[in-house]
T-cell receptor
Framework: AQKITQTQPGMFVQEKEAVTLDCTYDTSDPSYGLFWYKQPSSGEMIFLIYQGSYDQQNATEGRYSLNFQKARKSANLVISASQLGDSAMYFCAMREGISSGSARQLTFGSGTQLTVLP | EAQVTQNPRYLITVTGKKLTVTCSQNMNHEYMSWYRQDPGLGLRQIYYSMNVEVTDKGDVPEGYKVSRKEKRNFPLILESPSPNQTSLYFC????????????????FGPGTRLTVT
């Protein structure tokens, strides 16, 4: 079974509008971390935002926020005021077993290609 | 500058010719990993290492070897490359050691694009 599911292969958004990229996850571990990465066309992986399973508040980093709904096992990325430079592939990822200190794999979703239209 | 470096960045080789992709980090990170990225599949972990001389298989370890003799280096070895190993490869490292976000944030290298003919 897929541990990380990103159901939107591609998304379009108008410049200056907000966009939500979906991510659902599957784990039975109570301690896990969720990450979002951006991969522009140049290929590098850029860390955007992190949410711990025990964090009380949704994470925010500038224009990025994470809509964390633990019961629904979803961790959607919200980008506010989209910019042309936001056009990229976006990956959701999860690491399990964090509190035990034995965290191992970082499991990635298949990604969402976001295109910001002028 | 804190970084993860990989070499080479681009490599075209032939089936069966052994190759090594080097990875080095200068952040004294404990965790290091190798991933391959294929269209529609995202990134899949090949091998990871939690510290020197400690390595373990990820999701797709077949056809690959790794070693961790020094903390900073984590080379990926393809003993007998095949065309299905044509991919974009990323090395990554993270601090590890506690449950803080910064301990698990992965720093990625620039990627190595490998083509096996």
């Amino acid at each position: 079974a897929q541990k990380i599911t990103q159901t939107q292969p591609g998304m379009f958004v108008q410049e200056k509008e907000a966009v939500t990229l979906d991510c659902t996850y599957d784990t039975s571990d109570p301690s896990y971390g969720l990450f979002w990465y951006k991969q522009p066309s140049s290929g590098e992986m850029i860390f955007l935002i992190y949410q711990g399973s025990y964090d009380q508040q949704n994470a925010t980093e500038g224009r990025y926020s994470l809509n964390f709904q633990k019961a629904r096992k979803s961790a959607n990325l919200v980008i506010s005021a989209s910019q042309l430079g936001d056009s990229a592939m976006y990956f959701c990822a999860m690491r399990e077993g964090i509190s035990s200190g034995s965290a191992r794999q970082l499991t990635f979703g298949s990604g969402t290609q976001l295109t910001v239209l002028p | 500058e804190a970084q993860v470096t990989q070499n080479p960045r681009y490599l075209i080789t032939v089936t069966g010719k052994k190759l090594t992709v080097t990875c080095s980090q200068n952040m004294n990170h404990e965790y290091m990993s190798w991933y391959r990225q294929d269209p529609g599949l995202g990134l899949r972990q090949i091998y990871y290492s939690m510290n020197v001389e400690v390595t373990d298989k990820g999701d797709v370890p077949e056809g690959y070897k790794v070693s961790r003799k020094e903390k900073r280096n984590f080379p990926l070895i393809l003993e007998s490359p095949s065309p299905n190993q044509t991919s974009l490869y990323f090395c990554a490292s993270s601090l590890g050691g506690s449950n803080q976000r910064t301990s698990y944030e992965q720093y990625f290298g620039p990627g190595t694009r490998l083509t096996v003919t």
